[in-house]
Nanobody
Framework: QVQLVESGGGLVQAGGSLRLSCVAS????????MGWYRQAPGMPRELVKE???????NSADFAKGRFTISTDITGNTVYLYLTSLKPEDTAVYYC?????????????WGQGIQVTVSS
């Protein structure tokens, strides 16, 4: 059973920084994509950033220039560096991993971690 465990969230003042981490375990193949999504109260879940095996990234406009995504050498840990945080970045951040095996893609999610930015 694939599990994703997030860490690093918390409360930070506007303009501050945080680093989120997500570790995948129980997977038999390297994730083809790992990424971060977020969901604010009353809003749909939205992509923040994702990184493909090979290093190509995809980013929401609000994350460009402020947030950076990277993985470790195994590809099983993904980091999201949040800088210049704004109160509107307050949300639950979810780790996502896509694994390809048995001829299909499998989508996995972490339980989410709270990021709160105070003004």
């Amino acid at each position: 059973q694939v599990q994703l465990v997030e860490s690093g969230g918390g409360l930070v003042q506007a303009g501050g920084s945080l680093r989120l981490s997500c570790v995948a375990s129980g997977n038999i193949v390297r994730p083809s994509v790992m990424g971060w999504y977020r969901q604010a109260p009353g809003m749909p879940r939205e992509l923040v950033k994702e990184i493909m095996d090979g290093g190509r990234t995809n980013s929401a406009d609000f994350a460009k220039g402020r947030f950076t995504i990277s993985t470790d050498i195994t590809g099983n840990t993904v980091y999201l560096y949040l800088t210049s945080l704004k109160p509107e970045d307050t949300a639950v951040y979810y780790c996502n991993a896509v694994l390809e095996y048995a001829g299909t893609e499998h989508d996995y999610w972490g339980q989410g971690i709270q990021v709160t930015v105070s003004s």
